[in-house]
């Protein structure tokens, strides 16, 4: 990096991007500092994972006499200690608890909801495999004090901000306010977030298809013609495209969003809704593709479109480069009319 060039952290990105919008009220910088220090604290655990053995199950005693907690349950409550003193909040909800979490009542609540999933694919840890947190934030619906579950039952047009980061070689946040999608890279020497990844565009079509093909045999029909479509032999359209499935859905987003194509996670006979949740994965990937370019549906309505039941109703979710997803839906609603491969 030259000298010359400024070195953008989130914080400053937050504060620069506020100014441009004179209607803003200093209403993301506070917020996303602490996210970002919670972040920073499940990073470092991340990080020696292999190394201290933290991967235990809960009640064992690590090196330091420590009670050892699985890494999603230590990252769940590292984000919760870390936002719910702020004044931001009114309430949160975790993809790792069964009910919204209240502010405890002796901290002030704010206007604005978190949800998030604190470790979303910690099952492949242990393989060194990249993992993610992933948010979303609403503002909220009731008038005042502690917030409700109606506060976090919003569709997800209703965001006001969303973002991820991937653990991994390189550690990364991205997020989005609405005004584009930004991406910053961890400099462990300075503990901070650089801008590395200013406003990301996803290509407006791919060569990547993402999906688990082992559950091919439950597949509707219409995905499998997809599929199958996607492995035929055709110059003109990129075709056959590759197949890159890492198992844990930031990471397969994170890739797909920078070098686009499609991810896909379907419905199908065995499980008609799939696998991912509604309000703490798709709602807030969709909010960043879409702010790259991108569409993200369920196969018949856009994600962000969908008005949700409940707190961890799951969704099938087709996102990515917008041709991609559009001749996907095609093929889910039986309406190809794409010309069989020359
Ligand atoms: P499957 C990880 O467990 C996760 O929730 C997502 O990160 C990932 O995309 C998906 O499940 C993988 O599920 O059924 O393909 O193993």
Redesign the pocket.
């Known amino acids: 990096m030259s000298f010359k060039q400024k070195v953008v952290t989130i914080e400053r990105h937050i504060i620069e991007g506020e100014r441009a919008h004179p209607d803003a009220s200093g209403k993301f910088s506070g917020l996303l500092r602490d996210l970002t220090l919670a972040v920073k604290i499940i990073w470092r655990e991340v990080s020696k994972a292999g190394l201290v053995n933290i991967l235990g199950t809960i009640g064992r005693e690590n090196i330091h006499g420590e009670q050892v907690k699985k890494l999603d349950v230590f990252a769940d409550e590292k984000i919760y200690q870390a936002l719910d003193h702020g004044g931001h909040l009114c309430v949160m909800a975790s993809e790792e608890n069964e009910d919204v979490l209240h502010i405890p009542d002796k901290y002030p609540t704010g206007k604005y909801v978190l949800l998030y999933d604190p470790l ?2 910690s ?2 840890i242990d393989a060194n495999v990249n993992i993610g947190t992933i948010f979303s934030i609403y503002r909220r619906i009731t008038a005042s004090g502690k917030g409700t579950m109606e506060d976090c039952l919003q569709p997800g047009y209703k965001q006001v901000a969303s973002g991820y980061v991937v653990y991994g070689s390189s550690t990364m946040f991205v997020y989005t306010t609405g005004d584009g999608v930004h991406g910053f890279t961890l400099d462990p020497s300075i503990g901070e977030f650089l801008l590395s990844h200013e406003n990301i565009r996803i290509p407006k079509r791919g060569k990547i298809y993402s999906v ?1 093909e ?2 091919y045999r439950w597949w509707h029909d219409g995905m499998k013609k997809y599929v199958k479509y996607l492995q035929e032999e055709d110059k003109a359209t990129s075709r056959p495209y590759s197949g890159r ?1 890492i ?4 990471a ?1 987003i994170h890739r797909t969003l920078l070098y686009g194509g499609i991810f896909m ?1 379907p419905g199908d006979t065995r499980h008609p809704d799939g ?2 949740r509604l309000m703490y ?1 798709a709602n807030p990937m969709s909010f960043i593709v879409e702010q790259a370019g991108g569409k993200s549906s369920n196969g018949t309505e856009r994600i962000l479109d969908v008005r949700p039941s409940n707190l961890h109703q799951r969704t099938p979710l087709f996102l990515g480069s917008p041709e991609d997803v559009n001749e996907c839906e095609e093929f889910l609603q039986g309406k190809q009319t794409l010309a069989p491969a020359s």
Do not use: C
């Open positions: 979303d694919g099952s492949n688990n082992g559950n499935y198992g844990s859905m930031v397969d996670y696998k991912l994965e």
